[in-house]
Protein backbone atom coordinates (compact mmCIF):
# COMPACT_ATOMS: atom_id res chain seq x y z
CA UNK A 1 0.00 0.00 0.00
CA UNK A 2 1.62 3.53 -0.71
CA UNK A 3 2.58 5.14 2.18
CA UNK A 4 0.77 8.86 1.02
CA UNK A 5 -2.26 6.86 1.14
CA UNK A 6 -1.99 5.04 4.59
CA UNK A 7 -1.19 8.66 5.76
CA UNK A 8 -4.76 9.77 4.82
CA UNK A 9 -6.06 6.85 5.72
CA UNK A 10 -5.23 7.11 9.24
CA UNK A 11 -5.95 10.91 9.42
CA UNK A 12 -9.51 10.19 8.46
CA UNK A 13 -9.74 7.31 10.78
CA UNK A 14 -8.16 9.79 13.37
CA UNK A 15 -10.86 12.75 12.29
CA UNK A 16 -13.62 10.36 13.38
CA UNK A 17 -12.95 9.33 16.82
CA UNK A 18 -14.83 10.30 19.45
CA UNK A 19 -13.47 13.11 21.64
CA UNK A 20 -13.51 10.86 24.31
CA UNK A 21 -9.67 11.49 25.01
CA UNK A 22 -9.14 15.16 24.25
CA UNK A 23 -9.92 16.00 27.68
CA UNK A 24 -6.71 14.31 28.35
CA UNK A 25 -3.89 16.93 30.46
CA UNK A 26 -0.78 16.27 28.71
CA UNK A 27 -1.40 16.80 25.25
CA UNK A 28 -0.38 19.61 22.76
CA UNK A 29 0.01 20.45 18.79
CA UNK A 30 3.54 21.01 16.79
CA UNK A 31 4.87 21.98 13.75
CA UNK A 32 8.00 22.88 11.69
CA UNK A 33 8.31 24.97 8.17
CA UNK A 34 11.59 24.70 6.44
CA UNK A 35 12.92 27.99 4.69
CA UNK A 36 10.59 27.60 1.73
CA UNK A 37 7.69 28.13 3.25
CA UNK A 38 8.18 31.25 5.50
CA UNK A 39 8.17 34.95 4.15
CA UNK A 40 11.96 35.30 5.49
CA UNK A 41 13.46 32.47 4.23
CA UNK A 42 14.43 31.30 7.87
CA UNK A 43 12.75 27.96 9.57
CA UNK A 44 10.07 27.78 12.27
CA UNK A 45 8.95 25.40 15.18
CA UNK A 46 6.13 25.73 17.32
CA UNK A 47 4.41 24.17 20.25
CA UNK A 48 1.80 24.75 22.44
CA UNK A 49 1.78 22.00 25.92
CA UNK A 50 -0.87 20.98 27.72
CA UNK A 51 0.19 19.83 31.11
CA UNK A 52 -1.68 19.27 34.66
CA UNK A 53 1.15 21.80 35.78
CA UNK A 54 0.08 25.55 35.86
CA UNK A 55 3.29 26.91 36.65
CA UNK A 56 6.31 26.83 34.08
CA UNK A 57 9.30 28.27 33.28
CA UNK A 58 12.35 28.90 30.97
CA UNK A 59 16.34 27.67 32.26
CA UNK A 60 19.47 28.04 31.03
CA UNK A 61 21.06 24.43 30.96
CA UNK A 62 25.34 23.85 30.46
CA UNK A 63 24.85 20.53 28.56
CA UNK A 64 27.79 18.02 27.73
CA UNK A 65 28.17 20.25 24.19
CA UNK A 66 26.00 22.60 24.12
CA UNK A 67 23.83 25.14 26.16
CA UNK A 68 20.57 25.44 25.91
CA UNK A 69 17.19 27.11 26.95
CA UNK A 70 14.82 24.56 28.06
CA UNK A 71 10.89 24.65 29.13
CA UNK A 72 10.60 23.28 32.31
CA UNK A 73 7.81 22.68 35.25
CA UNK A 74 9.02 25.07 37.69
CA UNK A 75 9.80 22.15 40.14
CA UNK A 76 11.56 19.85 38.41
CA UNK A 77 14.94 20.16 36.56
CA UNK A 78 15.40 16.71 35.51
CA UNK A 79 13.05 17.29 32.79
CA UNK A 80 12.62 19.68 29.53
CA UNK A 81 9.84 20.19 27.34
CA UNK A 82 10.82 22.30 24.68
CA UNK A 83 14.03 24.41 23.96
CA UNK A 84 16.74 25.86 21.65
CA UNK A 85 20.93 25.39 21.90
CA UNK A 86 23.38 27.31 21.13
CA UNK A 87 23.76 25.93 17.18
CA UNK A 88 20.29 26.32 16.12
CA UNK A 89 19.30 22.83 17.05
CA UNK A 90 15.67 22.94 18.77
CA UNK A 91 13.33 20.31 19.46
CA UNK A 92 9.80 20.05 20.57
CA UNK A 93 7.20 17.35 21.17
CA UNK A 94 3.94 15.87 21.74
CA UNK A 95 2.18 12.38 23.60
CA UNK A 96 1.07 10.04 21.03
CA UNK A 97 -1.40 7.31 22.98
CA UNK A 98 -1.76 5.59 19.56
CA UNK A 99 1.43 4.10 19.15
CA UNK A 100 3.51 1.27 21.24
CA UNK A 101 5.63 2.72 24.18
CA UNK A 102 7.56 1.70 27.25
CA UNK A 103 6.98 2.92 30.27
CA UNK A 104 11.00 3.26 31.27
CA UNK A 105 10.28 5.87 29.00
CA UNK A 106 10.91 9.17 30.07
CA UNK A 107 10.45 11.89 27.24
CA UNK A 108 10.93 14.94 28.84
CA UNK A 109 14.37 13.58 30.26
CA UNK A 110 15.15 12.44 25.73
CA UNK A 111 14.42 16.28 25.27
CA UNK A 112 17.13 17.28 28.00
CA UNK A 113 19.36 15.16 26.35
CA UNK A 114 18.94 15.87 23.01
CA UNK A 115 19.33 19.63 23.32
CA UNK A 116 22.46 19.48 25.15
CA UNK A 117 23.96 17.04 22.81
CA UNK A 118 22.57 17.56 19.43
CA UNK A 119 23.29 19.96 16.59
CA UNK A 120 21.59 18.39 13.84
CA UNK A 121 18.82 16.17 12.77
CA UNK A 122 21.03 13.31 11.99
CA UNK A 123 22.75 13.68 15.84
CA UNK A 124 19.03 14.10 17.15
CA UNK A 125 18.42 10.60 14.87
CA UNK A 126 21.00 8.22 16.44
CA UNK A 127 19.47 9.11 19.33
CA UNK A 128 16.36 8.25 18.53
CA UNK A 129 18.42 4.89 17.29
CA UNK A 130 19.59 3.69 20.30
CA UNK A 131 16.46 4.28 21.97
CA UNK A 132 14.72 1.78 19.54
CA UNK A 133 17.44 -0.20 20.10
CA UNK A 134 17.00 -0.79 23.82
CA UNK A 135 13.37 -0.79 23.01
CA UNK A 136 12.70 2.42 25.39
CA UNK A 137 11.24 4.73 22.96
CA UNK A 138 8.72 7.01 23.69
CA UNK A 139 5.21 7.40 22.67
CA UNK A 140 5.82 10.56 21.13
CA UNK A 141 6.10 12.97 17.94
CA UNK A 142 9.06 15.06 18.17
CA UNK A 143 10.00 18.30 15.89
CA UNK A 144 12.95 19.50 15.19
CA UNK A 145 14.96 22.14 13.14
CA UNK A 146 18.28 22.96 12.89
CA UNK A 147 21.19 25.59 11.42
CA UNK A 148 21.21 23.42 7.98
CA UNK A 149 17.65 23.98 7.19
CA UNK A 150 16.35 20.81 8.35
CA UNK A 151 13.06 20.47 9.61
CA UNK A 152 11.73 17.27 10.41
CA UNK A 153 9.04 15.09 12.60
CA UNK A 154 9.98 11.56 14.28
CA UNK A 155 6.90 9.53 15.06
CA UNK A 156 8.35 7.18 17.75
CA UNK A 157 7.52 4.02 19.34
CA UNK A 158 8.57 1.56 21.54
CA UNK A 159 11.04 -0.20 19.54
CA UNK A 160 11.06 2.28 16.35
CA UNK A 161 10.82 5.43 14.29
CA UNK A 162 9.77 6.84 11.32
CA UNK A 163 11.13 10.15 10.03
CA UNK A 164 8.64 12.74 8.00
CA UNK A 165 10.98 15.50 6.30
CA UNK A 166 9.66 19.06 5.33
CA UNK A 167 12.14 18.63 2.40
CA UNK A 168 10.38 15.81 0.46
CA UNK A 169 7.03 15.97 -1.50
CA UNK A 170 5.75 13.31 -0.32
CA UNK A 171 5.93 13.69 3.72
CA UNK A 172 5.27 17.18 2.94
CA UNK A 173 4.07 18.87 -0.21
CA UNK A 174 3.89 22.55 1.62
CA UNK A 175 7.16 22.42 3.42
CA UNK A 176 5.37 22.23 6.91
CA UNK A 177 4.38 19.45 8.83
CA UNK A 178 1.95 19.37 11.63
CA UNK A 179 1.27 16.96 14.61
CA UNK A 180 -0.91 16.61 17.76
CA UNK A 181 -2.12 13.58 19.66
CA UNK A 182 -1.92 10.85 17.08
CA UNK A 183 0.41 9.44 14.41
CA UNK A 184 0.46 8.76 11.22
CA UNK A 185 1.94 5.48 11.38
CA UNK A 186 0.27 4.39 15.09
CA UNK A 187 -2.79 2.27 15.48
CA UNK A 188 -5.63 4.71 15.26
CA UNK A 189 -6.45 3.81 19.06
CA UNK A 190 -6.43 6.44 21.53
CA UNK A 191 -5.75 9.09 19.24
CA UNK A 192 -6.84 12.71 20.09
CA UNK A 193 -6.70 16.11 18.48
CA UNK A 194 -7.73 15.64 15.15
CA UNK A 195 -9.72 19.14 14.99
CA UNK A 196 -6.29 20.52 15.55
CA UNK A 197 -4.65 19.14 13.73
CA UNK A 198 -6.62 19.73 10.42
CA UNK A 199 -7.05 23.14 12.05
CA UNK A 200 -3.42 24.24 12.25
CA UNK A 201 -2.99 22.85 8.52
CA UNK A 202 -5.64 24.80 6.95
CA UNK A 203 -4.09 28.10 8.65
CA UNK A 204 -0.37 26.94 7.35
CA UNK A 205 -2.04 25.86 3.94
CA UNK A 206 -3.61 29.61 3.48
CA UNK A 207 -0.65 31.62 5.27
CA UNK A 208 2.08 29.76 2.51
CA UNK A 209 0.00 30.42 0.06
CA UNK A 210 -0.33 34.42 0.34
CA UNK A 211 3.03 34.59 1.55
CA UNK A 212 1.93 35.14 5.56
CA UNK A 213 3.89 33.11 7.10
CA UNK A 214 6.71 33.79 9.83
CA UNK A 215 6.70 33.95 13.46
CA UNK A 216 4.82 36.68 14.09
CA UNK A 217 2.08 34.79 12.27
CA UNK A 218 2.06 31.68 14.25
CA UNK A 219 2.81 33.63 17.72
CA UNK A 220 -0.49 36.11 16.71
CA UNK A 221 -2.89 33.75 14.56
CA UNK A 222 -1.96 30.18 15.43
CA UNK A 223 -1.07 29.78 18.77
CA UNK A 224 -3.95 31.95 19.98
CA UNK A 225 -6.88 30.43 18.45
CA UNK A 226 -9.75 29.40 19.93
CA UNK A 227 -11.80 28.41 17.45
CA UNK A 228 -13.15 24.68 17.89
CA UNK A 229 -15.44 21.96 16.04
CA UNK A 230 -18.09 23.67 17.72
CA UNK A 231 -17.70 27.48 17.37
CA UNK A 232 -16.19 29.55 15.02
CA UNK A 233 -15.86 33.22 17.50
CA UNK A 234 -14.01 35.00 14.63
CA UNK A 235 -14.07 38.15 14.31
CA UNK A 236 -13.91 38.71 18.23
CA UNK A 237 -15.69 39.34 20.27
CA UNK A 238 -18.58 36.78 19.78
CA UNK A 239 -21.50 37.66 20.08
CA UNK A 240 -23.99 34.47 20.42
CA UNK A 241 -24.02 32.06 23.68
CA UNK A 242 -23.29 28.19 23.14
CA UNK A 243 -25.40 25.91 25.09
CA UNK A 244 -26.06 27.59 28.24
CA UNK A 245 -22.72 29.20 28.79
CA UNK A 246 -23.48 33.06 29.26
CA UNK A 247 -23.54 35.30 26.19
CA UNK A 248 -20.13 35.90 24.38
CA UNK A 249 -18.02 32.85 25.97
CA UNK A 250 -16.31 30.47 23.56
CA UNK A 251 -15.48 27.14 24.86
CA UNK A 252 -11.51 26.33 24.45
CA UNK A 253 -11.53 22.36 25.09
CA UNK A 254 -10.64 21.59 21.11
CA UNK A 255 -9.03 24.96 20.47
CA UNK A 256 -5.44 25.24 19.47
CA UNK A 257 -5.55 27.56 22.33
CA UNK A 258 -6.77 25.16 25.15
CA UNK A 259 -7.79 26.44 28.59
CA UNK A 260 -5.25 23.85 29.62
CA UNK A 261 -2.36 25.48 27.77
CA UNK A 262 0.86 26.00 30.12
CA UNK A 263 3.54 27.26 27.36
CA UNK A 264 3.53 28.52 24.09
CA UNK A 265 7.12 28.27 22.21
CA UNK A 266 8.36 29.49 18.15
CA UNK A 267 11.58 29.59 17.67
CA UNK A 268 12.46 31.22 14.82
CA UNK A 269 15.52 30.02 13.22
CA UNK A 270 18.52 31.09 11.46
CA UNK A 271 19.12 31.70 7.55
CA UNK A 272 22.53 29.03 6.19
CA UNK A 273 24.50 32.21 5.99
CA UNK A 274 23.79 33.19 9.34
CA UNK A 275 24.98 32.44 12.73
CA UNK A 276 22.21 29.84 14.45
CA UNK A 277 23.50 32.27 17.81
CA UNK A 278 20.58 34.59 16.46
CA UNK A 279 17.83 31.50 16.21
CA UNK A 280 15.47 33.37 18.07
CA UNK A 281 13.19 31.91 20.96
CA UNK A 282 9.88 33.43 21.27
CA UNK A 283 8.21 32.35 24.65
CA UNK A 284 5.06 33.06 26.29
CA UNK A 285 4.52 31.49 30.08
CA UNK A 286 1.11 30.51 29.87
CA UNK A 287 -1.90 30.32 28.00
CA UNK A 288 -0.62 31.81 24.83
CA UNK A 289 -3.89 34.12 24.56
CA UNK A 290 -3.28 35.34 27.91
CA UNK A 291 0.80 36.46 27.25
CA UNK A 292 2.85 38.26 25.08
CA UNK A 293 5.84 36.60 23.83
CA UNK A 294 9.41 37.70 24.61
CA UNK A 295 12.75 36.60 22.99
CA UNK A 296 14.82 34.14 24.58
CA UNK A 297 18.62 33.47 23.15
CA UNK A 298 20.96 30.33 24.03
CA UNK A 299 24.09 32.48 24.05
CA UNK A 300 22.87 35.19 26.51
CA UNK A 301 23.38 32.80 29.88
CA UNK A 302 21.13 32.44 32.24
CA UNK A 303 17.41 33.54 31.98
CA UNK A 304 16.45 37.01 33.08
CA UNK A 305 14.29 36.59 36.43
CA UNK A 306 11.35 37.33 34.79
CA UNK A 307 11.01 33.81 33.12
CA UNK A 308 13.15 31.81 35.49
CA UNK A 309 14.49 32.32 38.91
CA UNK A 310 13.68 30.26 42.26
CA UNK A 311 9.97 29.87 43.11
CA UNK A 312 7.14 30.66 40.01
CA UNK A 313 8.02 32.95 37.37
CA UNK A 314 6.75 35.95 37.13
CA UNK A 315 5.45 36.25 33.55
CA UNK A 316 4.05 32.70 33.88
CA UNK A 317 2.43 34.28 37.58
CA UNK A 318 1.14 36.85 35.73
CA UNK A 319 -0.52 34.86 32.92
CA UNK A 320 -2.24 32.87 35.44
CA UNK A 321 -4.04 35.37 37.07
CA UNK A 322 -4.66 37.12 33.64
CA UNK A 323 -6.16 33.43 32.89
CA UNK A 324 -8.29 33.52 36.01
CA UNK A 325 -10.12 36.68 34.85
CA UNK A 326 -10.76 36.04 30.98
CA UNK A 327 -12.64 32.17 32.67
CA UNK A 328 -14.80 34.03 34.94
CA UNK A 329 -17.78 31.96 34.78
CA UNK A 330 -17.80 29.35 37.55
CA UNK A 331 -19.73 26.55 35.95
CA UNK A 332 -18.25 27.20 32.77
CA UNK A 333 -14.46 26.59 33.40
CA UNK A 334 -13.38 25.69 30.29
CA UNK A 335 -14.94 28.67 28.25
CA UNK A 336 -13.09 32.22 27.88
CA UNK A 337 -14.83 35.58 27.46
CA UNK A 338 -14.08 36.82 24.25
CA UNK A 339 -15.61 40.17 24.88
CA UNK A 340 -12.68 40.78 27.42
CA UNK A 341 -9.95 40.08 24.94
CA UNK A 342 -10.87 42.83 23.09
CA UNK A 343 -13.05 45.02 24.54
CA UNK A 344 -13.29 47.27 28.23
CA UNK A 345 -10.38 48.96 29.50
CA UNK A 346 -8.04 46.20 29.60
CA UNK A 347 -8.66 44.09 26.45
CA UNK A 348 -5.85 41.48 27.25
CA UNK A 349 -5.52 40.31 23.60
CA UNK A 350 -5.01 43.65 22.40
CA UNK A 351 -2.89 45.13 25.35
CA UNK A 352 -0.39 41.80 23.83
CA UNK A 353 -0.49 42.67 20.58
CA UNK A 354 0.30 46.32 21.17
CA UNK A 355 2.92 45.22 23.52
CA UNK A 356 4.51 42.70 21.01
CA UNK A 357 4.34 44.80 17.87
CA UNK A 358 7.09 47.21 19.75
CA UNK A 359 9.16 44.12 21.11
CA UNK A 360 8.80 42.39 17.34
CA UNK A 361 10.56 45.90 15.67
CA UNK A 362 13.12 46.24 18.01
CA UNK A 363 14.25 42.23 17.70
CA UNK A 364 13.98 42.61 14.11
CA UNK A 365 16.15 45.48 13.79
CA UNK A 366 18.85 44.45 16.62
CA UNK A 367 19.66 41.07 14.90
CA UNK A 368 19.07 42.88 11.18
CA UNK A 369 22.32 45.14 12.73
CA UNK A 370 24.26 42.47 14.51
CA UNK A 371 23.75 39.99 11.24
CA UNK A 372 26.26 42.34 9.53
CA UNK A 373 28.81 42.81 12.04
CA UNK A 374 28.95 41.24 15.34
CA UNK A 375 27.83 41.67 19.25
CA UNK A 376 29.83 41.01 22.42
CA UNK A 377 27.95 38.95 24.84
CA UNK A 378 27.29 42.14 27.12
CA UNK A 379 25.05 43.88 24.37
CA UNK A 380 23.44 40.67 23.88
CA UNK A 381 22.71 39.83 27.51
CA UNK A 382 21.66 43.69 27.76
CA UNK A 383 19.36 43.58 24.83
CA UNK A 384 17.57 40.73 26.05
CA UNK A 385 17.12 41.87 29.52
CA UNK A 386 16.04 45.21 28.36
CA UNK A 387 13.27 43.67 25.85
CA UNK A 388 11.76 41.57 29.01
CA UNK A 389 11.94 44.48 31.43
CA UNK A 390 9.72 46.62 29.05
CA UNK A 391 7.42 43.69 28.93
CA UNK A 392 6.59 43.41 32.56
CA UNK A 393 6.87 47.24 32.66
CA UNK A 394 4.25 47.61 29.97
CA UNK A 395 1.92 44.94 31.89
CA UNK A 396 2.17 47.32 34.82
CA UNK A 397 4.31 45.75 37.11
Given at each position: MPRTFLQYLLIFLAAILPYAYLNAMDEGVIMVANSSTTRDGRPLIWQNRESETDHVKARLFRGPQYDFIGIINSNDTTRVWMGLNTVGFALVGTPSPDHSGSTAAQPGAFIKQALGTCGRLEHFENLLAQAASAGIGSQYNFGCIDALDGAAV???????????????????????????????????????????????????????????????FVIRKMARDIASPQIDPYPLPWQESYKEAPKGFVITENSLNRHNTVCSVVVHGSRLDEAPEFS??????????????????????????????????????????????????????????????????????????????????????QLASWRQSSVSLEQFSAFQKKMISNVVRQLGF
Open positions: YEVSGSDYQKFDTHNPLDAPQGFLVRSNFSLTGKGKKASGSYRYHRANEMLFNAVKNRMLDYQTMWVMLGEPICTPAVPLWPRCGPVPAELGGNGNAQLNQISIETDHTLYSAKKWPTFINSSSLVEGRYPVLLQNEKIEKEIFLQVDR
